[in-house]
């Protein structure tokens, strides 16, 4: 049974930091495609970050480009997000997703609530 679990979301005040992290069980990270989306309440969800399978050409949602960070531990089978100067508009549900093939993922996690009080 393949599983996206992600952990270390909380509430945080306006301009702090916070890593989330995505850990695969069920199937093996490398050479999947992955990204971060989010959903705030009564709006879409919306692309956060993509990582693809080599980890090395990271893309990003210009609202978060420049303070999110995605990276991937393939030895470790987890991505992470690092969110840095948080905004009251990063407040959502970040959802982790991996697919075997570009811009289709298969594998949903059931998300992390982010709250940042400003």
């Known amino acids: 049974q393949v599983q996206l679990i992600e952990s270390g979301g909380g509430l945080v005040q306006a301009g702090e930091s916070m890593r989330l992290a995505c850990v695969a069980s069920?199937?093996?990270?490398?050479?999947?495609?992955m990204a971060w989306f989010r959903q705030a309440p009564e709006k879409e969800r919306q692309f956060v970050a993509f990582?693809?399978?080599?980890?090395?050409?990271?893309v990003y949602n210009n609202a978060v480009k420049g303070r999110f960070t995605i990276s991937r531990d393939n030895a470790q089978n987890t991505v992470y997000l690092q969110m840095n100067d948080l905004k009251s508009e990063d407040t959502a549900v970040y959802i982790c997703?991996?697919?075997?093939?570009?811009?289709?993922?298969?594998?949903w996690g059931q998300g992390a609530q982010v709250t940042v009080s400003s």
């Open positions: 069920g199937m093996a990270i490398r050479g999947l495609y």
């Open positions: 997703a991996a697919g075997e093939k570009l811009g289709t993922y298969t594998y």
């Open positions: 990582s693809d399978n080599s980890g090395l050409s990271p």
